[in-house]
């Protein structure tokens, strides 16, 4: 297993910006898809990105896709989601996950088996 920490989150005012990082512990991540979710209050855990192993290849969520850049950085074992142009229904707390099969193409919200315990965006309107 993995030990995944988020920070970055806070309050900010809607069209601010935020960086969010994960950096994990116990596994280096350099073989592993990244991922980024998000919960609001009374509402379901949604996929927002992903990065797989290389850095190569991104994939988002339309409704955050031109605001929202993840990136990882295996040096130093972090992973990031650079959050623009923030709207008060980007509210939730942010999961960063790992897909601990290395190398896989194309990971699925079932495929992430590591978790961080989340970190809180609050985007006031």
């Known amino acids: 297993q993995v030990h995944l920490v988020e920070s970055g989150g806070g309050l900010v005012q809607a069209g601010g910006s935020l960086r969010l990082s994960c950096e994990a512990s116990g596994r280096t991540l350099s073989r592993y898809t990244m991922g980024w979710f998000r919960q609001a209050p009374g509402k379901e855990r949604e996929f927002v990105a992903r990065?797989?192993?290389?850095?190569?290849?991104?994939y988002y969520e339309d409704y955050v896709k031109g605001r929202f850049t993840i990136s990882r950085d295996d040096a130093k074992n972090t992973v990031y989601l650079q959050m623009n142009s923030l709207k008060p229904e980007d509210t939730a707390v942010y999961y960063c996950a790992a897909d601990l099969a290395p190398f896989r193409i194309g990971s699925r919200e079932a495929d992430f088996g590591s978790w961080g315990k989340g970190t809180q965006v609050t985007v006031a309107s």
């Open positions: 990065i797989n192993w290389s850095g190569q290849f991104t």
